[in-house]
């Protein structure tokens, strides 16, 4: 059915006479996900006029390969030091992993290397959660033809977190398998070898030894019985989310060691830690490949292209969900361009040049003249689009990143802070624990009004949040109570405040003045800051909240210093479950940064080991709702909205789908007609 409302549509097209494409287009950068500028336009801006050749409609000059139009590229092409979202993209088609996400749903997973997904059911999973078995697939083939056995599954993981790092992402594996907390190999030894490999290379050799060791035994593999075994060091509920993810990639052992990577020797390893991802790029192991994936590296240009050509060999003979692909792949050739000028990415997609294109949020209403059909979370479900003659069909994605208002507890004033004025309660600044009053941050909370910022923000494509974690994760609930605009609230919460001014006066009476920054073209942060600004004024014209525009060196360091009161930042989740999201947001990176309360800390933490412990859901979901109560009563942040992405591609693509944590396409699912 869709194949023939696509050739329907392409002779309407012939047969029409077409108007020039009107974009306009933003000269000021990416500024991921901001679909609008409804209200805060550009600085920059500019009108290009693109016509529409009417022989790129009838079919793709190529149907064989696909070009990719995007901006940034891998820091390295090693999956165990590849952090980023450039690198993740290029991987998850060069390599594959034991487990894979079932299509568009990121919380089912289907096999992949491994035969069967491990389950307490098929034995797999240890009915103590400590303990996952996979059995490894017979008769795979690394790009080089050598054959993949289960000692190159242990090997890759063994390797990968010996290598350690904390610019990797090894520490999502060493905290299940060495114990909660460990984020790095090195701290088995001592906490301050972290990314000194000096320093770790004279450590005592038999504590060395012993930390290998630690690491082999928690990994082992089994040629014979063709099985991998995982001994983690405690229950940890989201381990099959982790291996999903690149950094799970599987490589050749015998490959990496002749490519200059760990010999697989104890007594050495210290001599492989803490490479970075630059360093590695300028390596065979940071810049070439040899995986299992559906594709293999043709060739990686810095700053121009990565290449890929089909794997001929691929050894999927089943589909992994239903209307699957199995075989080689369609796609034989996929072309993924790095283009840093959105108007070229943009005439590259209009052109027919490139089958998809990343595209600024300011083109999207241009686009969405030329769109024909309108689709949600894949390219198989959609309905017309605004014009039935378009050229591209729209995707709406999901998305794992949100950005939120963080409230500094106690403001660190060390050397001065112009952020806090005075730096007392006198109507001329705050005191540097202003945000330690309960009153304060509800105050906050009530005064912000949430419909405008969709609105001026993500032009309405938005969900709010109600809970830390994100819809449909263990916990999330939709009935939980959560802040909303309300300027009476707002008010009786200012005027409970227990803070007193240096005269003697309340808040109210006394007022306040801080200065709320945000980084230059942030459209999400610098809304913030004008929303605080117009709704605070309102309901007490002494309450004064200043935007104030910085570069973003200077923002991020004033807020990793702890000196912004109220920090706007952004999160990306790496893999998608609950523990992902309320570890940053309370006792890791985000909660450092606002300087929470030891007692505080405490709680949330003892939640937080509850509820990666627990395999089962239901009472998972009761952890976390105890998780949820004591953050709406903290109310330490302001939790905003999970934008609705849009993913354009020319109408003659087949196959696309949206996973919330699969970065990039997975051309190994296309195919165009």
Not at 50 to 63: G, K, M, Q, T, W
Request: proline letters at 7%; charged letters at 15%; glycine letters at 8%.
């Amino acid at each position: 059915m869709k194949y023939h409302l696509k050739r329907f549509i392409r002779l309407a097209l012939l047969l029409a006479l077409l108007l020039p494409f009107n974009s306009r287009v933003s000269a000021q950068g990416f500024v991921p996900p901001a679909p609008s500028t409804k209200g805060y336009q550009p600085q920059a801006a500019y009108t290009i006029y693109l016509p529409v050749s009417l022989a790129v409609l009838r079919s793709s000059a190529d149907p064989t390969t696909y070009v990719q139009a995007t901006f940034g590229e891998p820091q390295t092409l090693d999956p165990a030091l590849d952090y980023e979202s450039a690198g993740a993209s290029v991987l998850i088609n060069l390599y594959d992993t034991l487990i894979f996400y079932e299509r568009e749903d990121p919380n089912v997973f289907v096999p992949q290397l491994a035969t069967e997904v491990p389950s307490l059911a098929n034995g797999g999973i240890s009915p103590d959660g400590k303990t996952y078995t996979f059995k490894i697939r017979p008769g795979v083939k690394f790009h080089d033809g050598s054959l993949m056995t289960p000692s190159d599954v242990a090997y890759t993981f063994q390797r990968g977190i010996l290598q350690g790092g904390s610019v990797s992402p090894q520490w999502l594996l060493t905290e299940p398998l060495l114990g909660n907390g460990i984020y790095d190999i090195a701290e088995l030894i001592d906490p301050a070898l972290v990314d000194d490999p000096e320093m770790l290379a004279g450590a005592n050799p038999a504590e060395l030894l012993a930390a290998c060791q630690t690491v082999s035994n928690a990994i082992v593999a089994d040629d014979a019985a063709g099985t991998v075994t995982f001994h983690l060091a405690q229950a940890w509920a989201p381990f099959l989310a982790i291996l999903a993810q690149p950094w799970g990639s599987i490589q050749s052992q015998d490959w990496v060691i002749a490519s200059g990577g760990w010999d697989h020797n104890c007594a050495t390893w210290q001599n492989y830690y803490g490479i970075y991802p630059d360093q590695s790029s300028q390596t065979l192991l940071g810049s070439e490949e040899n995986g299992t994936g559906p594709y293999s590296l043709d060739h990686w240009t810095p700053g121009v292209e990565v290449v890929l050509k089909a794997n001929q060999d691929y050894w999927r003979t089943e589909a992994a969900w239903t209307g699957g692909p199995s075989g080689s792949p369609a796609i034989q050739t996929a072309i993924i361009k790095n283009v840093s000028a959105e108007e070229t990415r943009l005439a590259m997609l209009n052109s027919g040049e490139a089958d998809s294109a990343d595209i600024l949020s300011t083109d999207f209403p241009a686009l969405d003249a030329q769109t024909a059909r309108v689709c949600a979370l894949d390219d198989s479900h959609c309905v017309p689009g605004q014009n039935p003659r378009g050229l591209f069909e729209m995707v709406q994605t999901q998305s794992q990143s949100r950005t939120d208002a963080f409230f500094t507890w106690q403001i660190n004033a060390d050397g001065g802070n112009a952020f806090i004025g005075s730096g007392q309660l006198d109507g001329a600044g705050i005191p540097t624990d202003f945000f330690s009053d309960p009153n304060v941050r509800k105050g906050f909370a009530y005064c912000f009004n949430y419909d405008q910022y969709l609105q001026d923000v993500y032009s309405g494509e938005g969900i709010r949040s109600i809970d830390v974690m994100l819809p449909g994760m263990s916990g999330y609930n939709a009935n939980d109570p959560y802040y909303s605009y309300d300027p009476l609230k707002c008010e009786a919460e200012f005027k409970a405040s227990a803070l007193v001014s240096t005269t003697g006066k309340n808040l109210w009476e006394t007022g306040f003045n801080l200065v709320i920054p945000y980084n230059a073209g942030n459209l999400q942060r610098q809304v913030i800051s004008e929303i605080f600004q117009k709704e605070l004024a309102a309901i007490n014209p002494k309450f004064i909240a200043e935007p104030l525009e910085m570069e973003w060196p200077d923002y991020l360091s004033n807020q990793r210093l702890g000196k912004i009161p109220l920090a706007a930042t952004g999160w990306i989740e790496d893999y998608h479950d609950t523990h992902n999201w309320v570890v940053p947001y309370t006792v890791g990176t985000l909660g450092y940064r606002q300087v929470l309360p030891q007692d505080l800390l405490n709680q949330f933490a003892d939640i937080i080991q509850r509820g990666v412990s627990q395999a089962d859901p239901v009472q998972r979901a009761a952890i976390y709702a105890e998780f949820n109560q004591l953050y709406y009563e903290q109310a330490p942040a302001l939790l905003l909205f999970i934008p609705k992405g849009r993913h354009y591609q020319q109408s003659w693509v087949d196959g696309y789908f949206s996973n919330p944590v699969m970065y990039g396409t997975y051309f190994y699912a296309l195919h165009k007609n």
